[in-house]
């Protein structure tokens, strides 16, 4: 079993819709979790980060943590087309610095 | 502001040639990784660096070797090169390296490495 589980997608939304990506994650100790985007052809870049329990959020986009049920989400509100890019979930056991990704799913915002 | 800088950006190597990628971050982190990307696979660990001097094993380490020369550039070196090395390489740093900071990694642009 991977330490990081995602659906490789496609996700395909309507413009203005909600996108709701999951990823779950296999090793309780994990301590930090993060969202990557990654346009094609180009390098992943952080969007958010979340430590504890529950939601964070930061303009569209919020994260979701429930560490009970080893689950992290993310919500991009009122999707845009130039949210088409796969999101790549990533954790990281505090101290350790190892930091794993999940395949990532691939977001397409329909115009 | 550079931030990471990899080289070379493309590269085409035959079964069995060495070769180096370099990587240099001016952010003055602490911690250094190098990833390999596959299709289908997402990213690979393949070394990191939590600190100048240190190094350690990620998820995929074999036929790899690495360097962190000095607390900006960390190298990756394949002695000798095969057919499944042919991927995306993307190396990345950390800040302080110390919880909650790890993982907000900062990529360079990648590079693109084919074995033949």
């Known amino acids: 079993q991977k330490e990081v589980e995602q659906n490789s997608g496609p996700l395909s939304v309507p413009e203005g819709a909600i996108a709701s990506l999951n990823c779950t994650y296999s090793?309780?100790?994990?301590?930090?979790f993060f969202w990557y985007r990654q346009y094609s052809g180009k390098s992943p870049e952080l969007i958010m980060s979340i430590y504890s329990n529950g939601d964070k959020e930061d303009g569209r986009f919020t994260a979701q943590l429930n560490k009970a049920s080893q689950y992290v989400s993310l919500l991009i509100r009122d999707s845009q087309p130039s949210d088409s890019a796969t999101y790549l979930c990533?954790?990281?056991?505090?101290?350790?610095?190892?930091?794993?990704f999940g395949i990532g799913t691939k977001l397409q915002v329909i115009p | 502001n550079a931030g990471v800088t990899q080289t070379p950006k493309f590269q085409v190597l035959k079964t069995g040639q060495s070769m180096t990628l370099q990587c240099a971050q001016d952010?003055?982190?602490?911690?250094m990784y190098w990833y390999r990307q596959d299709p289908g696979m997402g990213l690979r660990l393949i070394y990191y660096?939590?600190?100048?001097?240190?190094?350690d094993k990620g998820e995929v380490p074999n036929g790899y070797n690495v360097s962190r020369l000095n607390k900006r550039e960390f190298s990756l070196r394949l002695e000798s090169a095969a057919p499944s090395q042919t991927s995306v390489y993307f190396c990345a740093s950390s800040g302080t390296g110390f919880f909650p900071n790890t993982g907000e990694l900062f990529f360079g642009e990648g590079s693109r490495l084919t074995v033949l």
């Open positions: 090793d309780r100790g994990s301590q930090s």
């Open positions: 660096s939590a600190s100048e001097g240190t190094t």
């Open positions: 990533a954790l990281s056991f505090g101290g350790y610095q190892k930091v794993t």
């Open positions: 952010m003055n982190h602490n911690s």
